[in-house]
């Protein structure tokens, strides 16, 4: 890896662990800034964390960066399928929508350019779960220090979930 994009990714790493243990951000403005730094140091269009908690299969979008509400809300990819997948603990890599099953929605792909997508499952807790996924918007075959660095931005997500639930209890 180059140099400086490793100054980058670890200097990306330090600022949300500091985030994370400050006091200056609420949860939104933390997994919002989880999910940026995925997209732009990955070179994503765009990125989101969703959360599935246990007894709903609704993989709820508590975190987006880069893509439009119309695209989020609009079922692209198969829920069914990935919460399969994230409770296994998968890495999904879609890398052809248009011959892909799992792409429910190929309009709505079409429409806000993403062609590929990545993403990686996390266990918040024993009866919660979340995924990172990474939109692209030609085919992505992932570095294995990307895959690094969005398995530890995941953690670290998972990790400020955590804390806020924690925060919640005790308040």
Same mark, same amino acid.
């Given at each position: 890896?180059?140099?400086?994009?490793?100054?980058?990714?670890f *200097?990306?790493? $330090? &600022?949300v662990?500091?985030?994370?243990y400050g006091?200056?951000?609420?949860?939104?403005? $933390?997994?919002?800034?989880?999910?940026?730094? =995925?997209a732009?140091?990955?070179g994503a269009k765009?990125s989101?964390? &969703?959360?599935?908690?246990?007894?709903?299969?609704?993989?709820?979008v $508590? =975190?987006?960066?880069?893509?439009?509400?119309?695209?989020i809300?609009?079922? =692209?990819?198969d829920?069914g399928?990935?919460?399969?997948?994230?409770?296994?603990?998968?890495?999904?890599?879609?890398?052809?929508?248009?011959?892909?099953?799992r792409?429910?929605?190929?309009e709505?792909?079409?429409?806000?350019?993403v062609s590929?997508?990545?993403?990686?499952p996390?266990? $918040?807790?024993e009866?919660t779960?979340c995924?990172?996924?990474?939109? *692209?918007?030609?085919?992505?075959?992932?570095?294995?220090d990307?895959?690094?660095?969005?398995?530890?931005l995941g953690?670290?997500?998972?990790?400020?979930?955590? &804390?806020?639930?924690?925060?919640?209890?005790s308040?």
């Amino acid at each position: 890896m180059e140099h400086s994009k490793m100054d980058s990714y670890f *200097f990306s790493l $330090v &600022r949300v662990t500091d985030v994370i243990y400050g006091e200056e951000g609420d949860l939104g403005d $933390v997994l919002h800034f989880i999910v940026s730094l =995925a997209a732009e140091l990955t070179g994503a269009k765009g990125s989101t964390i &969703r959360v599935l908690e246990q007894g709903s299969f609704n993989l709820k979008v $508590v =975190a987006s960066y880069g893509l439009s509400q119309r695209y989020i809300n609009s079922g =692209a990819i198969d829920f069914g399928k990935s919460i399969t997948e994230i409770m296994q603990g998968d890495v999904i890599i879609i890398n052809d929508f248009e011959n892909d099953s799992r792409i429910q929605n190929l309009e709505a792909a079409r429409l806000e350019g993403v062609s590929s997508v990545i993403g990686i499952p996390f266990t $918040v807790n024993e009866s919660t779960y979340c995924i990172l996924r990474l939109y *692209f918007s030609s085919k992505k075959i992932p570095t294995h220090d990307e895959m690094q660095l969005l398995n530890t931005l995941g953690k670290l997500g998972c990790l400020a979930i955590e &804390r806020a639930a924690i925060n919640d209890m005790s308040s």
